[in-house]
């Protein structure tokens, strides 16, 4: 058990106003599919979710089509719809011959079309960074108090291998296992679920590049994240979200602007 204090953590938590007509998808996603979603259409957006949040690299190869069927709990027939459609999109490739399989592409063709969406409704944005601030703070605050040492070490760990990557891929999978942790010590397998549907709903400015700055950067605001959690400090937990999103709305800005021409 644990007792959440007042304060930044508490305005944190303040309901949030109704979301406008036509903004709803988001939250829909999440919670549950929208009723003419078909069962193909909805296991992509969960992969391709995981693609863009970093969990899954380009390169990465899939598991086998029987045994990824049976991780995802779905037909392999519902799958492979799921993985034609993520094709199409150029989020995954299919090659052929004893070393084939089902790889992840490099990103640079989503995250194009991405970034002139964003471009083109910079309040969707805006939205998709104002649910992530929502759901990672509660994440925080209930992490702060529930933490194990185990969650901790395993923070400390993805710290260590973002001071390391030496590939976007690398930087981005070390950053989703920080956040994947942090979710996960907030004991609640909703919240986890909702924010890891929130980080899928961005693309990271570093899909393209890596640089020593963006490395500084996030190892910064996550060790501060990671000490207020690691002291059980609800509020300073919050603050430091909040501080790491926003660090991401400045680096997202900078990259729609990078890309309008």
Known sequence: MYTRTLGESERCLRPRPA???GE???VAEIVTELPTRTLAEGLAARLRSRIQGGELGAGDRLPAQRDFARELGVARPTLQQALRVLQDEGYVETRRGAS???FVRPLDGPAEIWFETVRND???LEDILAFRAAIECEVAIRAAGLRSEHDLAQLRHSQDLIATATTSAEFRRADALFHGVLAAASGSARLEQA???ARGELF???DRTLSPQLVDTTLFDHGLILEAVETADPDRAVAAIRAHIETTRRELRVAVERTTD
């Open 24 to 26: 709803t998808h988001i």
């Open 195 to 197: 924010a890891r549907g």
């Open 204 to 206: 990271s400015p570093i």
């Open 122 to 124: 910079l309040a969707e």
């Open 19 to 21: 979301i406008p007509r």
């Open 100 to 102: 084939g399989g089902t």
